[in-house]
């Protein structure tokens, strides 16, 4: 990843990076994970340097975190939310949707139930969140800021300059975004050295994954302290040092997602079918083990060798159409109707409930569920 021009880097030496699944890390002695109050973050000294030309504060350690601010509170600003609350942090949030703060406290409610039994932090609280009338007041003490805008690039481009504007010269900015590179968003920021991608997966309270990039202004350094802070946090962490549209694992579902679209759009292949092909299928095997490695077993003692030799030239066959399906209103509404189909009359909370405590037999199943306050797994 380029370095920003000339500006120096008031973040901590790079230290390689690690995929973490216990829970956060606020007290080194701490072997639970989740006993720890977060410290409170040191005053900031003064620092080099920023693109701007005025000084920009060093950040504090990323381990001693304590307040979030998390900006967009929908589906993912509003996963963020609780599963910074439930990680013991005081969480601001800001949304100009009129009904923002109402959905948004329903959003926590509903997540706590599997929360608590991830185990929460001592601290935790739906409490610790305040919803706050401008972004200018939610971000101005944060330490770390969350972007869950809409996913237009413009809309994006303005807002995360408005938020490095307003929010303290040592705080990292991350988005959320699904896809856009930040070369692409950071340029209209006064000190874009300090705006990455932190990309997650929906339910982000439950899913450990988090995609770290930064842009071609961004400082590694600050790519290195947000993916220690989000390991802190207890999410598990890649750092990806290119940037790369839809990152690693949004294309791979992209690829699958374009398949399944095809199929319907030719009337191969129902919703209920492709989904029922996943979750009776590769989906079991790829809750604990990749695509790679699984393809790799298919070679049986000649491993990934022999699956490449002998499965490698039927690739060349038209398996992969590559190009999207029109998105036209007949596929659109096969699509729609195939979902309500498979959701059988069940609500979006009643499948929401049922895919947080499927998400939750698997982490258990596979030896994966944070440690809880007294050391036992919940
Ligand atoms: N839905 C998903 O599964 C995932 C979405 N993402 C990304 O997360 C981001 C948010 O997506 P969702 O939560 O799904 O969308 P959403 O539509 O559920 O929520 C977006 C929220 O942003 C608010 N908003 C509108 N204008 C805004 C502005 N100018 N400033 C701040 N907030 C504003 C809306 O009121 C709404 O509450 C997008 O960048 C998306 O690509 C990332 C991973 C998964
Ligand atoms: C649908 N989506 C592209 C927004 C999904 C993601 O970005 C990640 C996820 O939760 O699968």
């Known amino acids: 990843m380029p370095q920003a021009a000339s500006a120096p880097d008031p973040y901590p030496a790079p230290r390689p990076a690690t995929r973490e699944r216990t829970g956060p890390r606020h007290d080194p002695e701490d072997t639970t994970g989740m006993t720890a109050t977060p410290e409170p973050a040191p005053a900031p000294g003064p620092g080099p340097e920023s693109g701007a030309g005025s000084p920009a504060p060093a950040p504090c350690p990323p381990e001693s975190v304590r307040r979030v601010a998390c900006v967009g509170a929908g589906v993912i600003g509003g996963g963020w939310v609780a599963h910074f609350l439930a990680r013991g942090y005081d969480v601001t949030a800001w949304d100009p949707a009129p009904d923002a703060e109402e959905k948004l406290r329903r959003l926590v409610d509903a997540a706590w139930p599997a929360l608590r039994q991830l185990g929460l932090h001592p601290s935790a609280s739906p409490d610790r969140l305040t919803v706050l009338p401008t972004l200018e007041e939610a971000v101005a003490d944060a330490e770390f800021v969350q972007e869950s805008a809409p996913e237009k690039l413009e809309l994006k481009r303005s807002l995360l300059a408005r938020i490095d504007a307003a929010a303290p010269g040592g705080a990292v900015i991350a988005s959320s975004t699904s896809g856009y590179p930040m ?100 989906g079991l095997r790829w809750a604990f083990m990749g695509p790679c490695l699984t393809f790799a077993l298919a070679g049986g003692e000649g491993g990934m060798a022999h699956m490449l030799d002998h499965f490698g030239p039927s690739l060349k066959s038209p398996w992969t159409r590559l190009e999207a399906p029109e998105l036209d209103a007949s596929l659109r509404d096969a699509m729609v109707e195939g979902c309500d189909a498979a959701a059988a009359g069940r609500s979006a909370a009643q499948l929401v409930a049922e895919r947080d405590q499927g998400v939750i037999d698997v982490l258990r199943a596979t030896g994966r569920l944070p440690r809880s306050a007294d050391g036992e797994r919940p």
């Open 183 to 282: 070369t692409d968003m950071q340029g209209e920021a006064a000190d874009p050295g300090r705006l990455l991608v932190g990309h997650p997966f929906n339910p982000p309270y439950l899913i450990p994954l988090v995609e770290v990039v930064g842009g071609e202004l961004t400082r590694p350094g600050a790519v290195e302290w947000a993916s220690r802070f989000y390991e802190a946090a207890g999410k598990s962490v890649i750092t990806m040092d290119k940037e790369l549209p839809g990152f690693i694992a949004n294309r791979l579902q992209e690829a699958l997602w374009r398949e399944a679209l095809h199929m319907v759009a030719n009337g191969e292949a129902t919703v209920q079918e492709i989904d029922d092909s996943i979750t009776e299928g590769p």
